[in-house]
């Protein structure tokens, strides 16, 4: 089978189940940020710049619970901000499992590897020992780490264990120079590959998360899909990068860059997942065959952004996770508040502006699932997609050339490093400037040059 077999009778029972009820609408998936802080600062995300005045606030444990309760969803996706910051995320993951959701944890892989490690600590007795040395000998553990897992964990605080029930979900916006470029910061990349290796050899599930925009090579993407199924990765979401509000202010003020040259509009979409049929029949994409149709432009679907609702510190979010007319209370509330009828594209027009490009997962992937603009055939589809034999990993994907960033020198901000080298150099002192003084003028510098070498290098995104 492609996913576990539990999963797939719980997310069909929860649909069906509904449908013989004739809900009109119900939460397929809870899109839970219980907080926005984050560690990275990624081109294209909105989150900070739209919750810029809440960053330090955070929803209680109780509060992230009786969301989950009140909406129903099977699915829970942690996501935020950066969800392992959250102080509470071991007792979130462990209460959501103990109630029976399916639960991803949507990081961008930088903490993963100390959550492994409280993991590890947690159960650690001397048969823990040839994994601490496989690990080590991998180079996914330090001696000093593994010493700090031998004398155990005591807080008597949960830790996140591998379970069939969980997904790490990474995100992995291509290779390492694209990759590293996007999320604005050199070795994440490298970080996030160690963090699935580690996540693997340990009995967890994982898998991507993908947003292409318009300098995407979608040739580097497929590599991209090979590299990591090569590694055992378990699945891959991957959706267009869509110019919502937040987003474009935070590439206006922030970058100076101007949205149309980063974002799909929705021909381009379609020209960028022409082929998503293909890769579907070869990599583990999570995602119905209906809606890979709609990106692949060969149908229609009506949103359904209510199905895949956010819950954040100002409450329910409406109408959907990228746009924000509003904050409700609680879910049933915004159900019926919210006019439906207002939002998305059909039959080719845009009910609003702001849906007009927009194809996104969030709102279009359930649309599938739930039969919207039904065609015969579809339910035949998604169950052979789902209860058919899984692709198996890609055999030649450790020759592709994942590395091709910082790694070798050739990362986003290589020149600007070396004019800072070169600057300290001229000073007499490599590494150590003068004086104060001469100190800012090399920051100011290479201030300047990491913006000149950003810009180039975003125009090089596809190029090979």
């Not at 823990?128 to 897992?149: D, G, H, Q, R, Y």
């Not at 995100?171 to 970080?191: K, N």
């Not at 999570?286 to 819950?311: D, S």
């Not at 006019?339 to 502006?353: M, Q």
Request: aromatic share 10%; with cysteine; net charge positive.
């Amino acid at each position: 089978m492609r996913f576990p077999l539990a999963l797939t009778t719980k997310i069909a029972g929860h649909i069906i189940k509904h449908k013989l009820r004739r809900t009109p609408r119900f939460a397929l998936v809870l899109q839970l940020e219980p907080l926005h802080t984050c560690n990275l600062t990624c081109t294209g995300c909105g989150r900070i710049r739209e919750y810029s005045t809440s960053l330090k606030d955070m929803m209680s444990l109780e509060d992230c619970l009786a969301s989950a309760e009140e909406c129903d969803a099977p699915m829970v996706s942690i996501c935020g901000g950066e969800p392992l910051i959250y102080p509470k995320i071991d007792e979130l993951v462990d209460g959501l499992l103990g109630k029976g959701r399916l639960v991803y944890v949507c990081t961008n892989g930088v903490f993963m590897r100390r959550k492994m490690r409280e993991y590890l600590a947690s159960i650690y007795t001397t048969s823990l020992e040839p994994t601490l040395a496989k690990l080590a000998s991998e180079k996914l553990l330090t001696e000093k780490e593994a010493a700090v897992i031998r004398h155990g964990k005591s807080d008597g605080r949960p830790s996140i264990q591998p379970t069939p029930w969980m997904y790490w979900n990474v995100h992995i916006d291509g290779l390492e120079y694209t990759h590293d470029l996007i999320v604005e910061r050199e070795g994440v990349f490298q970080e996030c590959v160690e963090a699935i290796k580690m996540a693997k050899l340990l009995g967890y599930q994982v898998a991507t998360n993908t947003t292409v925009y318009k300098e995407t090579d979608v040739r580097e993407i497929e590599d991209m899909f090979k590299f990591f199924s090569w590694l055992g990765v378990d699945g891959h979401t991957i959706s267009p990068g869509y110019d919502y509000d937040a987003a474009k202010k935070d590439m206006v003020k922030r970058l100076g860059k101007d949205p149309k040259d980063f974002f799909l509009t929705r021909d381009m979409t379609r020209e960028k997942f022409k082929d998503i049929e293909r890769w579907g029949k070869h990599f583990t994409i999570f995602g119905t065959p209906v809606y890979q149709e709609f990106l692949a432009g060969k149908r229609e679907l009506t949103c359904t952004a209510w199905a895949i609702p956010t819950r954040n510190v100002k409450g329910w979010k409406a109408p959907c996770y990228l746009m924000t007319d509003g904050h409700y209370p609680s879910y049933r509330e915004m159900l019926e508040r919210v006019d439906w009828n207002k939002y998305g594209v059909v039959d080719g027009l845009a009910r609003d502006s702001r849906c007009e490009n927009c194809m996104v997962h969030c709102g279009y992937d359930p649309s599938g699932a739930l039969g919207t603009n039904y065609r015969r055939g579809d339910n035949w589809k998604n169950f052979k997609y789902n209860f058919w034999p899984r692709p198996r990993p890609y055999a030649e994907g450790g020759k592709v050339q994942a590395f091709n960033g910082a790694s070798l020198g050739k990362g986003h901000l290589a020149e600007a490093k070396a004019a800072l080298q070169a600057n300290s150099a001229s000073n007499g002192h490599p590494g150590h400037p003068k004086s104060a003084g001469q100190d800012c003028c090399a920051a100011a510098t290479v201030s300047s040059d990491r913006l000149t070498v950003e810009d180039a290098a975003a125009r090089k995104i596809g190029q090979g």
